[in-house]
C-alpha cells in the first residue's frame, strides 16, 4: 500500500469504527486482549498468519493489502507529546508514583530482575467498586526476567572472538 503508518492507522481503525464494534468485542471474537488488538489497529504490533483469519471475520472489511501490512513487523513508537493527553499522564503517574514500591516487591519476590515488555500481555477491564461506580482495571502480565551476573567465561561473542 506504501502509506505511512499513520495513515494505514488511520484506514485500519475507520475498518473498526465501520464495523460498529469495540476492542473487547473484536477481542473477544480473535483469542486476543484488546490492548493487543488496539496495537494491531493502530500498527504497534505484529499480526501474525494464524491470527490473520480470525481477524478478518470479526472485522471483514480488512482487505488483503492490509492484512498484508499488519502482517509486515511494525515501527513501534509513539509522539512524545502523548504524555499530555490526560489518560495518558495519569497512567504514567500512576507508575511514576507507584514504580518504586512495585519494583522493591518484584525484587523481594522473584530476585533481582524485571518484567518484561515483550513477552507481555495487557488488557484493559471494567469492574464495580464496592461503592457501586465503575472502576478501571488495568492489567500488565509480563515475564520475569533476572539480571545475569555477568561472568566472561559465559560471553560467547568473547569465546568466539578469541578463536575458541
Do not use: W
Not at 144 to 162: A, D, G, I
Request: glycine share 6%; charged share 25%.
Amino acid at each position: 500500500m506504501g502509506e505511512t503508518k499513520a495513515t494505514m492507522a488511520n484506514h485500519l481503525l475507520a475498518v473498526k469504527r465501520n464495523s460498529g464494534k469495540n476492542y473487547s468485542q473484536i477481542a473477544e471474537e480473535t483469542g486476543l486482549t484488546n490492548v493487543y488488538v488496539a496495537q494491531l489497529l493502530k500498527r504497534q504490533a505484529q499480526l501474525k498468519p494464524e491470527t490473520a483469519p480470525k481477524l478478518r471475520a470479526a472485522l471483514p472489511e480488512l482487505s488483503d493489502e492490509m492484512l498484508q501490512e499488519m502482517m509486515r513487523p511494525p515501527m513501534r513508537s509513539y509522539d512524545p507529546n502523548l504524555i499530555q493527553e490526560p489518560t495518558v499522564y495519569r497512567l504514567n503517574e500512576a507508575v511514576m508514583h507507584f514504580g518504586e514500591s512495585i519494583k522493591e516487591i518484584i525484587n523481594e519476590e522473584f530476585g533481582d530482575g524485571i518484567m518484561s515488555a515483550i513477552d507481555f500481555f495487557c488488557s484493559v477491564d471494567k469492574v464495580k467498586g464496592v461503592d457501586g461506580k465503575d472502576r478501571v482495571v488495568v492489567t500488565f502480565d509480563g515475564k520475569y526476567l533476572p539480571h545475569t551476573e555477568q561472568k566472561s567465561e559465559h560471553m560467547v561473542s568473547r569465546l568466539r572472538l578469541n578463536g575458541n
